[in-house]
């Protein structure tokens, strides 16, 4: 039956598989949490939110490259450490200020073409890159960066904030084409003006000060279904999906759709009667969002279609990454 | 001459020439700096300074750990690594917020050491690592961090702003031991209280907040002098340094001693009437200052003893990491 292959299939992707050893590695911090007095969220969200005593709060966010683009396209490395940077920020409904960053490589050519990258994600968004470090005789070639962002404290749009009967929310930029670098990455960014993409980045912002959401977190390299499931994971709570009605584009394969990161790609939850303005927001801007489920008491991530129904993570017995926030 | 000799070894230092790429890579960003509206500080300082609109500014930074390091220790690496991201901040005056990291890992072990070195390190320094990205399966290990903190806007203590007649101050923890990993770093913190590892990191901001300092940096990898010229670079200034002042410990070698990264050590300049406090602030929680010179007009470095004078760095000619603040 096709529909439990699919759910299969998500389950296993490499974009979900690989966020596994994340909890094990969390977990080594547990006795020293009474340090993190300042942090309001840290592990297991986009951005970790730290308290500075204002109305405003500072996130927090580091992400990196997987290696295999590293090496195909430096180019492409240094403009997407932009791209999934800014988005950790501003799925949380914060507006980004800054970037450093922490280069390794082998040979010089590589680093220009990499930093050739970042110069051009920061005309694309309008963030800066402000410092960083540099390792300029290392045997690879890699490139982490962090970003930070602000954003008013009582309108940060969090992962863990989910409740049973808010309705899911899938958004995604559709004007935007398949990564040459990998077939599960879309590019909504680099052949459009400034103005707009900046525009589009910034929606959640407008979202989270109008409390349109209850939850919320961009869809990364898990994908539509797998970034969801974190989502309900840290929630602590169970999905059902209607496949049917996730917005999709003409020419992309389903499975891989729901494999992909969007660039520009958001899975909200929002109470029902909200619903209608949260996508007015979206779609306002160029974006196309789309009910696509409600969130559930019991701890499972459903998929159903015409041809039936199947569960893709089972929180009681699955992890993704095992954090609890 | 031995003076020439030396002078010629801490300009040849893979500390101080392990620099010289970063000129290169920051110029790329020339074109987009109308993009840094809220920027005060960004590259060419231990960390950037971010405006956000109050009286208080956020630091932010970004380190890693030389590769070396990185394969010979894990628990080291990751202890470190929050040691020089705390220094980061601490230098310019800042209270350290929190941390990010991005940790790539060929193997499960290695990944667990470095975190529990970094839980040491948070147990130590009391700043909590927030978030960050984690890649499992890289053929190498490796570690990159970063880290924000808060500072008041006015008493930032920056390295681009020592004026000619200033004198030039060391400060150093003196009750350390060369590192097991390096002869090159000076451990001062692993087998200390907290209490007293964090009173000593905190020194430099209670030299802000009281205005005792013009300008002043962490003494990183290109050792005291090293440090002590990039500062010159980045405030257009020479200095002279009589070495005989240079405050030492016993069983060290002198050349050994400039090239050491001593984890809690600094270099300031102040204005000459507030050079007796700002040693008394230092010396109140342990730490060894003297005044070890002067800033000068001419863009040359020298260090002079009882045998002569010979010039470190021409900044006319030489660069050491290029970058004009």
């Keep these: 039956m096709y529909i439990e292959e699919l759910a299969e299939s998500i389950r296993n992707f490499e974009g979900v598989t690989r966020k596994k050893p994340i909890s094990d590695i969390v977990s080594i911090f547990e006795t020293v949490r009474p340090e993190y007095r300042d942090a309001i969220v840290d592990f297991g969200d986009d951005a970790a939110v730290i308290d500075i005593g204002t109305d405003d709060v500072i996130l927090?966010?580091?992400?990196?490259?997987?290696?295999?683009?590293?090496?195909?396209?430096?180019?492409?490395?240094?403009?997407?450490?932009?791209?999934?940077?800014?988005?950790?920020?501003?799925?949380?409904?914060?507006?980004?200020?800054?970037?450093?960053?922490?280069?390794?490589?082998?040979?010089?050519?590589?680093?220009?073409?990499?930093?050739?990258?970042?110069?051009?994600?920061?005309?694309?968004?309008?963030?800066?890159?402000?410092?960083?470090h540099m390792h300029p005789d290392t045997p690879y070639n890699s490139l982490a960066v962090s970003i930070i962002g602000i954003a008013k404290k009582d309108c940060v749009i969090r992962s863990d904030t989910a409740k049973p009967g808010d309705i899911v929310i899938a958004a995604y930029d559709m004007d935007g084409r398949v990564g040459k670098n990998s077939p599960y990455s879309w590019d909504t960014t680099s052949f459009k003006e400034p103005?707009?993409?900046?525009?589009?980045?910034?929606?959640?912002?407008?979202?989270?000060?109008?409390?349109?959401?209850?939850?919320?977190?961009?869809?990364?390299?898990?994908?539509?279904?797998?970034?969801?499931?974190?989502?309900?994971?840290?929630?602590?709570?169970?999905?059902?999906?209607?496949?049917?009605?996730?917005?999709?584009?003409?020419?992309?394969?389903?499975?891989?759709?729901?494999?992909?990161?969007?660039?520009?790609?958001?899975?909200?939850?929002?109470?029902?009667?909200?619903?209608?303005?949260?996508?007015?927001?979206?779609?306002?801007?160029?974006?196309?969002?789309?009910v696509i489920g409600k969130i559930e008491e019991t701890r499972k991530l459903d998929i159903y279609d015409d041809d039936g129904r199947a569960t893709v993570f089972d929180f009681s017995k699955d992890k993704i990454t095992g954090i609890e926030i």
């Design 60 to 132: 927090f966010a580091a992400d990196a490259i997987w290696g295999k683009i590293v090496n195909k396209s430096p180019w492409w490395t240094g403009y997407t450490s932009v791209v999934v940077n800014v988005n950790d920020i501003s799925a949380m409904g914060g507006r980004p200020l800054a970037m450093v960053n922490v280069m390794s490589s082998s040979d010089h050519d590589s680093t220009e073409e990499v930093m050739r990258g970042i110069r051009d994600g920061i005309k694309k968004f309008g963030v800066p890159m402000v410092g960083g």
């Design 195 to 290: 103005s707009i993409v900046r525009d589009r980045f910034m929606v959640m912002q407008e979202i989270g000060e109008k409390k349109l959401a209850t939850a919320g977190k961009d869809i990364s390299n898990p994908g539509t279904i797998g970034t969801l499931g974190m989502l309900c994971e840290v929630s602590r709570v169970g999905a059902s999906v209607d496949l049917r009605n996730i917005p999709r584009p003409d020419n992309v394969d389903f499975e891989q759709w729901l494999k992909i990161y969007p660039a520009t790609g958001y899975v909200l939850t929002a109470k029902e009667e909200n619903a209608a303005e949260c996508i007015e927001v979206f779609e306002k801007c160029g974006i196309v969002a789309a």
